[in-house]
Structures are given as C-alpha cells and as structure tokens.
Nanobody, 125 residues
C-alpha cells in the first residue's frame, strides 16, 4: 500500500521559512517522482515542484523558483524548503507520487496517482 504523509506546515510571517516533509512508503523510488502541489481556498490545485528520484532532477513552478527547494534523502522522505515566504503562498500543501515512466505532464495534478492528506501553510503579512 502506498502512503504519503506530509508534515511541517504552520503559521509564519512573511519573509520567513518553513520546511515540509513527505514520508513515502510502498513505492519503488527509482520508478517514481514525488511532487508538491498546493491549493488555496477557492482556487485550483497548483503545481509547486517535483523531484524525479532516479535522476535527481527537479522542476519548479515559476512562482516559487529561487525561493523553494525540493530534495530527498535515503530514508524515502522528500522535503520542500520554503524561504522568503509570501502571503500568496498560503495554501494546503500536498505531496503526490507518479510513475515517472508513464507521466504525461509533471505540472498536471491529474497525472499523479497517489496523494497525501495535506498540511496547512499560512503566511501572515
């Protein structure tokens, strides 16, 4: 059974930092990519970043490039380091997994097969 468990959300002031974690299990990591998405109230789920595990490759949304960093460790955990946070980063953040061999678009939430429960990030101005 695939499980993705996010943690690390919270309340932070603008300009601050948070690190989100996604503990993944039940996957063949060489065959999968782990992505982060976010969803603000009344908005569609939005791509943030993805880590293609086997190659160590990353892709970022333009809105977070230079501020957020996605990374992974040997304990099958993927991190999202978020610096210089802005109020518009406020959302529920989700990690998701997809088979890298069959995915059509890294940025399309509908391409991903497995999702975590989400963690709230609130950035105050």
């Amino acid at each position: 059974e695939v499980q993705l468990v996010e943690s690390g959300g919270g309340l932070v002031q603008a300009g601050g930092s948070l690190r989100l974690s996604c503990a993944a299990s039940g996957l063949t990591f060489d065959d999968h990519a782990i992505g982060w998405f976010r969803q603000a109230p009344g908005k569609e789920r939005e791509f943030v970043a993805v880590l293609i595990w086997r190659f160590g490759s990353t892709v970022y949304a333009d809105s977070v490039k230079g501020r957020f960093t996605i990374s992974g460790d040997n304990a099958n955990t993927v991190y999202l380091q978020m610096n210089n946070l802005k109020p518009e980063d406020t959302a529920v953040y989700y990690c998701a997994a997809v088979d890298r061999r069959t995915i059509i678009s890294w940025r399309d939430a509908s391409s991903y097969d497995y999702w975590g429960q989400g963690t709230q990030v609130t950035v105050s101005s």
